[in-house]
């Protein structure tokens, strides 16, 4: 494979040396996906174009959401594939190498990283749980909100002191209702995430994703990823059916399975997801 | 926003279903193993400083605070 000047090489995964390479499915930028191995380790790569994924350019790009969504989309299609075939270590998105010869360089020089990550990723399957603090008692109803009562309480100056009053008494009741339940909603989210972490060989937390991005109202009080040993992901799948109906403060979201894309790290280096955890864990 | 399911999932994905992008985005921007070396470029130096990254941590503290406040 000849490089040119203005091709970089894309790294989706490492698998181990009998891995085979998807060979139908369309990589990063469209072209097509190929194998470098060096030390017994395979490296699945694709050409990309060095004015859309070099170093400046990239940078750009992922301030563009639309373009991060169809890179990412695309590099998860990859290691997904390359997982129906075996074990796979998902790299980073946007790893770039800028020849066939720095990524062999790379796989070399990590080789012993690698291979444990492979042993992770063997293990077992990546599942998402994310638990949503269930909707607002019915004591926060519309009605109670400052702007109408603000409105009919600002026309008359003079007028009697009671609705004022009788508002901020709605009022606090609602915030120590919304309280509890937030409370509440927490401590299930502890309660289900200790009964997952118990059930799965490793598990993460990531931050709760914002509402903007999620597209529910709802608050997010749980965004976890546990590595399910593959014989026990239906225990796994109906222990979350069965902590969704113990606890009815939380609506719980499974997803997965997942290439193990959590898990293959050889040390946290995100230092919220160590925090979050040490908090998480007594 | 970008496409995003706004059905509930309670039950189990279905490989092949199109997924959250935001599920994706933790992942392959948060997990996966980071190389250095003759990377042109790792995501280390871009995260919190793009836009479209920052929306995803933005609720790194509320959580911390969340899961503190728990114990």
Redesign the interface.
């Known amino acids: 494979m000849t490089m040119t000047a203005d091709a ?1 090489v894309w ?1 989706y995964a ?1 698998t181990a040396g009998d891995g085979s390479v998807p060979g139908d499915v369309a990589g990063v930028g469209g072209g097509p996906v190929r194998a470098v191995r060096a030390d017994g380790l395979v490296a699945i790569v694709g050409d990309v174009a060095a004015e859309e994924f ?2 400046g350019a ?2 750009r790009n ?5 373009w ?2 169809r890179t ?2 695309a ?2 299609g990859v290691i ?1 594939a390359a997982a129906e075939a075996g074990p796979v ?11 066939d010869a ?1 990524v062999a ?2 796989l070399r ?2 080789a012993a ?2 291979r444990e ?1 492979l042993g992770r990723a063997a293990a077992g399957q990546e599942w ?1 749980v ?1 638990a949503y603090q269930d909707d607002e008692p019915p004591v926060a109803s519309r009605d109670d909100r400052p702007g109408k009562e603000g409105a009919s309480g600002a026309s008359g100056s003079s007028g009697p002191p009671g609705p004022g009053a009788a508002y901020l008494l709605r009022r606090r009741a609602q915030l120590t209702a919304q309280r509890d339940a937030r ?1 509440l909603a ?2 299930s ?2 309660a289900v995430h200790d009964s997952l972490t118990g059930l799965a060989l490793s598990s993460r ?6 509402p ?4 529910r109202k709802q608050r ?2 749980l ?1 976890a ?1 546990y590595l399910v040993a593959d014989g026990r992901a239906s225990e796994f ?1 109906a222990a979350v059916e069965d902590l ?1 109906g113990r606890h009815p403060a939380v ?8 290439p193990p ?6 040390s946290p ?2 230092s ?2 160590a ?2 955890q040490q ?2 864990q ?1 | 926003m970008t496409s995003q399911n706004s059905g509930a999932r309670r039950d189990l994905a279905i490989r092949g279903e199109r997924i959250a992008l935001v599920d994706l985005l933790d992942r392959v921007l948060a997990g996966g193993v980071v190389i250095a070396g003759d990377v042109t470029l790792s995501i280390a130096e871009v995260d919190l400083v793009t836009v479209s990254l920052r929306a995803l941590v933005t609720s790194i503290s509320a959580l911390e605070d969340s899961w503190k406040a728990g114990r």
């Open positions: 970089c790294m490492v070099g170093a990239l940078r992922l301030e563009d959401l639309d991060l969504e990412a989309r590099h998860h997904e270590v998902p790299m980073q998105l946007a790893t770039v190498c800028t020849s720095a360089a790379t020089e990590r990283d690698l990550a998402g994310k409370e927490l401590a989210a502890q937390l990531y931050p709760p994703q914002s903007d991005l999620t597209g997010m009080v965004n990823a799948a969704a609506r719980l979201v499974l997803t997965g399975p997942w894309y959590s898990f293959v790290a050889d280096r995100d919220f997801v925090d979050s908090a998480a007594p």
